[in-house]
């Protein structure tokens, strides 16, 4: 779409006017194996329009029932965000017609959610933050619009569409925030801190995989500015906000948007704005003027929900440790400052260091290899810490074979290459490559003689008494092992010779 | 046996001649064919007849038992289907264009249930557009007619099916009841039609009208018939979450056991005077001398919120049909109108719309939405709502006094084709004394009482039951049945005009 940009105020010069007001709605694709109202698979990727039923498809005469395991999981969500559990609901349609939803209504909750009033605490730098956590309510997601020709990708201007229903039926949980005031520039940070956090609590719940290049976590990002102990200011809804950056990019840009607006005279207009992840604004979609009336009301297909209360603690017992709590245990088990348990974090590498010092590794070992080589092919592969090729376990192994001497720095550092080309297991990859450190004295020796012969300036040095001199030597043995000789035995070899 | 002879057996016969080997279940389904056939000229009570169907289903019947297999319940017995029922051998339109010629990929679970009892499925019945009607004039296919005058309506919406029963096109047919869709074609037709306990009988596969109020339900010639297939499809069903998980009620032990005596039946004031027909009230006063004479307890009764019962399901049922309707978008399935290459998928929506439904079906749609606005929704659904509980306390209290209810099961007999076509108001009129029992979602049963003086049609009494107490109406049905039978010397329905080519068609 080639809309005139709109101005901008600079990003210092808009907080420093005003006061950012933001609020987070997130949609969470819940990883049960069968959909919300039907048995169809809940698996991506499948070929379109081939994991739905009568019931998905909303054909004439079927009717929905509802999927327990969903609820189940939507009422832990709610219990580790400290909501409170309806002791009944139900669920209402929402109705609007629209290609991709089977019956142009969804079966969603209005104004009995299953959960609401708890909040989230997410650390921004020093600070901690507390979101308050309006609702959390199950839904039905809604198929997908594949909308072919036109610019834009959106339906108005498409030459025609393309709807795959296997996605209808997902059971889909909404994470509704309060509104968060009083955060200051800080806005797109809490905003990209706490889907950060929400993201890996649902993880750590194991209800759904949070994928957000998948769509199975998408976030709606409300953003409002005003002037300072003033009235809240108008609010717009961006859409389509698919990464952690893009929540923190979407927030500024509204600010410095609606700061430029405020500026020159003008006011806010109450609409939902679509994100662009390519020059990182946001372009205007359907204003509330046009706004639908869903004439939501109470789904009478359904019974309703009434959780007993006995089932909800059980519930809230066998919850597992939340990231918040874990992370301080694992900071204070490892000795780690803030900054380095920040870091691990941000490189998303900590469960994957919790692993492989679960399989043996000293924590320091772990970080390193992790944050280090690992961290740099993650970042030459364009891929996610998590999406390489190798487990903790074989970098676990790797490091063990470091520490016994078997492997160094360099050809550990080969094999993990291996490793990830899909040459097989660590011990596989040292027995067929024969990578293994050189240290019997007889192959040494060999090579160690050899080095002296060709360079008698620097035996000589080492003769007179200059040990530092050996450095040179030891090098020449590694280059003629091609790396593999022990280098510590090597100096010991060297010195022995010419002492 | 004849042909014509097959014809005039009740379901409980045939069941039991097949069974015994008297007769196959093939000629039967014949008998009926052919009695399609002949009739259905003047009758259109189906709209789609599916013959090779059913005789491959009567021939399974027969080699089974050939085979010394067990038989299910409605072994050979042929029915009609109200065409609001999913079949995967058949087409379900619902009266409406907006579906013609939709061929669904599943069956009903009442459908399944029915193949699964042995039931031979005849074909689809007639009936108004979505079941939005009392009188099948809103089927987009035109009018069934009333068997025992042609130019009458059977009424409706399930009227296709009451007039293939009542014509002896088949003994017994299936039903839908959202505001009196069974009983009140049952009665102008002088047959027996029951509205089960909500969730009684599942609507999986039954295409929504109003979800919260839809019921199906049998109508048949005999009060033991309708148990016999009311038993056959209920039960819980797994599929529908308002289904419910109870024994069913005994309704056939029940309507093998006709005594009323210590029974205590209540009559509903409201529910009669003025704007009532005189025959219709006089036939009923008669029914229930009888009951009484039969050893019930008769009291009246005064459910004072039943006066405002219609207008909550002018409310209720509109609200949820227009999202239920919704569907029908000519995105997936059925009609598709407008679609040139030019045309927006939400131009396409609403031209298919605008042709597909039915003035009736539009009415109850707009009607809903506006119901459910925002900014009218507290003052029209929520309202509605509210009357809908009190009335399910005005039932409880009157439970608590009498084990029955009873009323006149329509103020009128059938009245003439056209007469209420442009008269909305006149139409839902139809249903005055239907609509509580499923407001409330109990159980209720119309069963002949006699012929209004006046016109010659038939009358129906309505008895009514608490939620899952079905047996006790057809107790007081069966009583009342087996009674005037004995006054009249035969059932009611033989004295209607006969039809078909043998008599000559009409009256």
Redesign the interface.
């Known amino acids: 779409m080639s809309a005139p940009a709109e101005k901008v105020l600079a990003y210092d010069d808009a907080v420093t006017r005003y006061e950012p007001v933001i609020g987070l709605e997130t949609h969470v694709e819940l990883g049960t194996a069968t959909k919300m109202f039907c048995g169809c698979p809940t698996a991506f990727g499948a070929e379109p329009n081939t994991a739905v039923c009568?019931v998905c498809?909303?054909?004439?005469?079927?009717?929905?029932?509802?999927n327990r395991r969903a609820i189940e999981y939507t009422i832990r969500i709610g219990l580790a965000l400290n909501c409170t559990i309806a002791t009944w609901c139900r669920f209402a349609?929402k109705?609007y017609?629209y290609?991709d939803m089977?019956?142009?209504?969804q079966i969603s909750q209005y104004d009995e959610p299953l959960c609401t009033d708890g909040y989230l605490n997410v650390r921004v730098g020093d600070d901690l933050v507390r979101i308050g956590i309006e609702r959390v309510h199950l839904e039905e997601d809604t198929g997908k619009s594949l909308h072919v020709g036109g610019a834009t990708g959106r339906?108005h201007g498409a030459d025609y569409?393309l709807?795959d229903y296997n996605r209808a039926g997902i059971p889909l949980v909404e994470v509704v925030t309060k509104p968060v005031p009083g955060t200051g520039p800080l806005a797109p940070e809490v905003a990209r801190a706490y889907v950060t956090e929400l993201r890996e609590l649902l993880r750590s719940l194991g209800v759904s995989d949070v994928r957000m290049e998948e769509g199975s976590l998408r976030c709606d990002v409300n953003t409002s500015i005003g002037l300072p102990k003033a009235a809240w200011g108008t609010r717009t809804e961006t859409k389509n906000v698919n990464s952690l950056r893009s929540v923190e990019r979407a927030v500024r840009s509204e600010i410095q948007r609606q700061a430029a607006v405020l500026d020159g005279g003008g006011r806010v207009v109450q609409e939902t704005r679509h994100f662009q992840e390519a020059s990182g604004t946001t372009t205007s979609g359907r204003s509330k003027e046009e706004a639908q009336?869903y004439?939501?009301?109470p789904e009478?297909?359904?019974?309703p929900v009434a959780p007993p209360a006995a089932w909800v603690d059980e519930l809230r017992a066998a919850l597992p440790e939340l990231p918040a709590a874990r992370r301080v245990r694992l900071q204070a088990e490892w000795g780690l400052s803030d900054a380095d348990m920040a870091a691990l974090r941000n490189a998303g590498a900590l469960d994957l260091v919790e692993q492989t010092v679960a399989a043996g590794t000293t924590p320091a070992d772990a970080r390193k290899w992790w944050l280090g080589e690992l961290a740099r092919r993650a970042n030459e592969a364009g891929a996610d810490l998590a999406a390489l090729p190798v487990t903790p376990a074989q970098v676990a192994r790797v490091t063990a074979l470091v520490t016994a001497g078997t492997l160094n720095d360099k050809l550990a550092r080969q094999v993990l290459d291996l490793v990830l080309a899909g040459e097989g297991e660590p011990d596989d990859i040292v027995a067929a490559r024969g990578l293994a450190v050189v240290s019997d004295d007889g192959a040494l020796a060999v090579a160690v003689d050899e080095a002296i012969a060709a360079n008698p300036d620097i035996a000589a040095k080492i003769r007179d008494g200059k040990a530092a001199a050996a450095g040179a030597l030891v090098g020449a043995v590694m280059k003629a092992t091609r790396g593999q000789a022990d280098a510590g035995r090597a100096r010991e070899l060297i010195l022995e010779r010419l002492s | 046996m004849a042909q014509s002879e097959l014809t005039r057996l009740t379901a409980a016969q045939v069941a039991a001649a097949v069974a015994g080997g008297q007769v196959s279940a093939a000629e039967v389904t014949q008998a009926h064919l052919d009695r399609i056939e002949a009739v259905e000229p003047a009758v259109h009570a189906f709209l789609h007849v599916a013959s090779e169907q059913a005789l491959a289903a009567a021939r399974a019947v027969d080699e089974r038992r050939a085979a010394g297999q067990p038989l299910g319940p409605l072994a050979g017995v042929p029915l009609a289907l109200k065409d609001v029922?999913?079949t995967t051998d058949m087409p379900?339109t619902?009266g409406s264009r907006i579906?013609a010629g939709?061929q669904?990929?599943?069956d009903?679970t009442v459908t399944r249930r029915l193949r699964r009892a042995g039931a031979v499925l005849l074909g689809k019945t007639n009936m108004d557009e979505f079941a939005m009607g009392s009188s099948t004039e809103n089927s987009a296919f035109g009018p069934s007619h009333n068997p025992w005058d042609l130019s009458r309506v059977p009424g409706g919406s399930s009227g296709g099916s009451a007039a293939a029963v009542a014509a002896y096109e088949a003994p017994l047919a299936m039903g839908t009841d959202t505001g009196g869709s069974i009983r009140q074609p049952g009665a102008v037709c002088g047959i027996v039609g029951v509205k089960p306990t909500y969730g009684g009988s599942s609507?999986?596969?039954?295409?929504?009208f109003?979800?919260?109020l839809d019921t199906p339900g049998p109508l048949a010639r005999t009060v033991l018939d309708a148990a016999l297939l009311h038993e056959a499809i209920s039960g819980h069903d797994?599929?529908?979450?308002?289904s419910v998980d109870a024994p069913v009620p005994p309704v056939v032990a029940a309507a093998r056991h006709a005594d009323v005596s210590g029974l205590r039946v209540g009559v509903v004031a409201e529910l009669g005077g003025e704007g009532y027909q005189p025959g219709v009230l006089a036939r009923f006063g008669e029914a229930v001398d009888l009951l009484e004479s039969l050893g019930a307890k008769v009291t009246e009764v005064s459910c004072p919120h039943f006066r405002y019962a219609l207008p909550a399901y002018y409310l209720i049922a509109p609200?949820?049909c227009?999202?239920n309707l919704?569907?029908?978008?000519a995105?997936?399935?059925g009609l598709r109108t407008g679609d040139d290459g030019t045309a927006?998928?939400?131009e396409v929506?609403s031209l298919t719309r605008a042709a597909g439904f039915g003035p009736e079906v539009k009415r109850r749609i707009i009607l809903g939405?506006y119901a459910?606005?925002?900014g009218y929704?507290d003052a029209y659904?929520g309202k509605a709502q509210q009357v809908r509980t009190l009335i399910c306390r005005d039932f409880d209290a009157a439970f608590e006094q009498v084990d029955v209810l009873v009323s006149p099961t329509t103020p009128t007999t059938a009245f003439p084709i056209g007469e209420r076509a442009d008269d909305p108001m006149a139409m839902y009129l139809a249903d005055l004394c239907t609509i509580p029992s499923d407001l409330a979602g109990n159980a209720a049963l119309s069963v002949p009482c006699g012929l209004a003086p006046e016109d010659g049609l038939p009358v129906g009494l309505q008895v009514m039951a608490p939620a899952l107490g079905d047996d006790r109406m057809y107790r007081v049905g069966a009583a009342v049945e087996a009674a005037l039978e004995q006054r009249w010397g035969g059932p009611l329905l033989a004295r209607a005009a006969q039809i078909g080519p043998a008599e000559g068609i009409g009256r």
Do not use: H, Q
């Open positions: 009568p498809l909303g054909l004439p005469g079927s009717l929905p029932v509802t349609r109705n017609f290609p089977p019956k142009d209504f339906i569409s709807v009336d004439r939501y009301f009478p297909d359904l019974v | 029922f999913t379900t619902c579906l939709w669904p990929p599943y009903a609507r999986y596969g039954l295409v929504a109003a979800s919260s797994p599929c529908d979450s308002t609200s949820e227009s999202s919704a569907r029908f978008d995105m997936r399935y927006s998928a939400e929506m939405t459910l606005s925002s929704y659904y």
